[in-house]
């Protein structure tokens, strides 16, 4: 997935095209790793996942996403 991820952003710039993640997007993506070993070393403790957009998630407008061939 990670190669799908990182081929997006790459035709997104060089299309000129706004990016289909945020900042918060990366966020949560990274706080993954950080979450699961806090898990594993509390014997599978569950952890709260962390709301880095203080519920402005809810009211955010999901980006089209149009894949085109070059």
Same mark, same amino acid.
């Given at each position: ?6 081929? *997006? =952003?790459?035709?997104?710039? *060089? !299309? ?15 706080? =993954? ?5 806090q898990?594993?070393?509390? *014997? ?13 998630? !809810?009211?955010?407008?999901?980006? *089209? =996403? ?5």
């Amino acid at each position: 997935m990670d190669f799908v991820m990182l081929w *997006r =952003i790459v035709d997104c710039l *060089r !299309k000129g095209l706004p990016l289909d993640q945020s900042v918060y997007d990366a966020a949560a993506w990274s706080v =993954i790793f950080d979450l699961s070993e806090q898990s594993a070393r509390a *014997r599978s403790a569950g952890r709260d996942f962390p709301d880095f957009t203080r519920g402005l998630w !809810k009211n955010t407008v999901p980006v *089209r =996403i149009e894949l085109t061939a070059t």
